[in-house]
């Protein structure tokens, strides 16, 4: 799928995350005092209020928490992509990630289906983490 700039994400703050995604790694923040894993980034731990942390690789291991699947298309880019779901994935490790479900009809989803990381590089400079059934 190709997007138009408008709909690639903004690297900012969480540009380690998108660093670690282009190397198909998932990348999130760790705290160094109690070693909450948070998501998104943020200056403090929201449980320890410390300000160490580290940008810790995960399992890409989760289960789907919840999902919509849009039968319409919003943005041109997504035309060719209707229906398509978007997951709230929660990780082993504790954080909640958006993410399309690959590699399963929309119609198989189901909370608690046990999903892992897939990497779709979607520029030079950009990759999306997506999750496909484990």
Not at 87 to 116: F, Q, S, T, W
Request: charged letters at 30%.
């Amino acid at each position: 799928m190709e997007l138009s700039d408008s709909l690639l994400p903004r690297i900012d703050d969480d540009a380690p995350f998108w660093e670690a995604a282009h190397d198909h790694e998932l990348r999130m923040q760790q705290c160094g005092e109690c070693g909450y894993v948070r998501w998104p980034p943020s200056p403090l731990c929201p449980e320890c209020w410390s300000e160490a942390y580290e940008w810790a690789e995960l399992s890409g291991e989760g289960v789907v928490n919840t999902w919509v699947v849009f039968h319409r298309s919003y943005f041109r880019d997504f035309d060719d992509e209707v229906p398509y779901n978007v997951a709230e994935i929660e990780l082993e490790e504790g954080p909640r990630y958006l993410a399309n479900v690959v590699d399963c009809e929309n119609d198989d989803l189901y909370r608690g289906m046990p999903v892992e990381v897939v990497f779709e590089d979607v520029t030079e400079a950009v990759t999306l983490p997506k999750f496909r059934p484990r």
